[in-house]
């Protein structure tokens, strides 16, 4: 194995090990949700094993994070987003709801704006996925005092 090989499955099991940790889940239980033993896991995490597609897929699934997430190369920006939806769960709720509100209109207009400068196809772009924030934290952001602008504009 060449050395840009093992550095691909090093951080892939290091994405695995931070996903797995960051859902709160043991390796026992990943292992029981994709049919394969704990040992086997634990070697992917280590990155002395290389797993197949259809592992990843089934690792991806029982994570519920995009297979993408899992080859991200800087091993900061998986770390970084989950590490702050662990923060920002343990915000009370009204808080919560007001930061989720906030992100949730940051990337409408990162979005737009991306969109809007021809740099991106909408036809390619991934649909967003709201992986860790459950389903009432998705209804508390939907009820966030956050106003699109033109909400804003009318009401004035």
């Not at 040992?39 to 519920?64: C, W």
């Not at 080859?71 to 915000?91: C, H, R």
């Not at 989720?100 to 196809?121: I, M, N, P």
């Amino acid at each position: 194995m060449n050395k840009g090989t093992s550095d691909i499955q090093a951080q892939l099991g290091r994405n695995i090990a931070t996903a797995r940790k960051s859902a709160k889940m043991t390796q026992e239980r990943l292992a029981e949700l994709v049919d394969l033993q704990t040992l086997s896991i634990s070697r992917i995490e280590r990155g002395s094993v290389a797993p197949s597609l259809a592992t990843i897929s089934k690792i991806a699934n029982a994570l519920d994070v995009p297979v993408s997430t899992l080859f991200l190369m800087s091993p900061s920006s998986t770390a970084i987003a989950y590490n702050l939806v662990d923060v920002l769960e343990s915000l009370p709720e009204e808080y919560r709801s007001f930061v989720y509100g906030q992100f949730r209109e940051w990337c409408s207009v990162l979005t737009q704006a991306l969109l809007s400068s021809g740099k991106v196809d909408a036809e390619k772009m991934p649909p967003l996925r709201h992986t860790r924030p459950t389903n009432a934290d998705a209804i508390a952001c939907q009820s966030s005092p956050v106003q699109p602008k033109d909400k804003m504009k009318k009401s004035k």
